[in-house]
């Protein structure tokens, strides 16, 4: 896989398995065990201050502090833990079950399952689709499908493709058809209008020039298209008997799996505001399908959760923290 991951450390084998997993993850010092590897490799603890090469390790607040110049290092700043007050067992477990869940866990399940509260199992979850979903990617090249769904239903006795309504969104999305292998890698993103420039932009960011596109014949593709020299094939779907997924047999089967899981999983309860972290989490699980391990899945949302600091409660809500003093707020 040509995605930027933190490799972790050799000898960690992670879990597959849930008896794997409390076995490997006992207790808060095992995961910070994992995590002080990971951040400072096989040869240990460095002061970013002196240089120090010890330190004493205090659990209870996660850090290690330098024996030479006192200074202290979070083991979770940088990473969706930073901030958070909630063992990190209790992190590590709902990383393992946001992975393993094939369509997805809710954030009812989510609260549930570890005995939180909605509000943090609501921000948890958020905070791990934004991680998987900024990560680095690669573009979509060869013969690439594109297309665009709205989520919601599309409203009837409206003429052609109207732009965004107050309930209805718009997602585009693209997908490589491997000639014997079926589908390879898909891309997801929420748009405002289904225009040359929302659909342009889609397609400039996720698939490379060169490419082979399918569409059918929306006019908002050509110019895009033709800007990025595409071979465009496109196809007047008026013309095609049998129907459309016929024609776009992949992205077809992508969206209607996509509307399935946004119902089921998730109860039709998601915001147009958030769509685009759900289905970036949905892209994220489809191109990950194949793999034969859990244990490396759940490698690559926990190394790509510790890439970024993650966005708190209120940052995702767009309000203000009221527990935020107001000089820190300014
Ligand atoms: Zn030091």
Same mark, same amino acid.
């Given at each position: 896989m040509s995605d930027d991951v933190i490799p972790l450390p050799r000898d960690d084998s992670l879990p597959g398995t849930l008896p794997e997993f409390t076995r490997k993850f006992s207790s808060d010092n095992a995961c910070a065990a994992l995590l002080r590897r990971w951040k400072y490799g096989e040869e240990g603890f460095r002061c970013p201050r002196c240089g120090g090469r010890r330190a004493w390790f205090l659990p209870s607040r996660r850090l290690d502090e330098c024996v030479s110049c006192h200074k202290q290092v979070s083991l979770?700043?940088?990473?969706?833990?930073?901030?958070? !007050?909630?063992?990190l067992r209790l992190w590590f477990l709902a990383m393992f079950l946001f992975v393993v869940s094939k369509q997805g866990i809710s954030a009812m399940d989510l609260s549930r399952q570890l005995g939180i509260s909605y509000p943090t199992a609501w921000t948890w979850l958020h905070k791990l689709r934004a991680a998987v979903g900024t990560r680095a990617k690669t573009m979509l090249h060869g013969v690439v499908e594109a297309d665009e769904t709205w989520e919601g239903g599309v409203e009837r006795g409206l003429p052609g493709r109207p732009t965004v309504g107050k309930k209805k969104a718009l997602i585009a999305g693209a997908i490589e058809v491997k000639r014997k292998k079926g589908w390879g890698r898909l891309r997801l993103q929420s748009v405002e209008t289904a225009s040359a420039a929302s659909l342009g932009a889609f397609l400039h960011e996720n698939v490379a020039p060169g490419s082979t596109l399918l569409t059918?014949?929306? !006019?908002?593709y050509r110019r895009p298209a033709k800007e990025a020299g595409y071979r465009h094939i496109a196809t007047?779907?008026?013309?095609? =008997?049998?129907?459309a997924h016929t024609v776009l047999p992949g992205i077809h089967r992508v969206f209607a799996l996509l509307h399935r899981v946004l119902l089921t999983t998730h109860q039709g309860a998601v915001s147009r505001k958030h769509l685009q972290n759900y289905v970036e989490e949905f892209a994220f699980r489809f191109n990950r !399908?194949?793999?034969?391990s859990r244990g490396l899945l759940f490698q690559r949302v926990l190394s790509a959760a510790v890439m970024r600091a993650a966005p708190c409660y209120w940052e995702i809500l767009g309000?203000?923290? =009221?527990?935020?003093p107001l000089w820190m707020a300014a």
């Open positions: 979770t700043s940088g990473t969706v833990m930073h901030g958070s !007050r909630k063992p059918d014949d929306w !006019r908002s007047n779907m008026k013309t095609v =008997p049998e129907g !399908r194949s793999s034969a309000r203000p923290d =009221p527990d935020t």
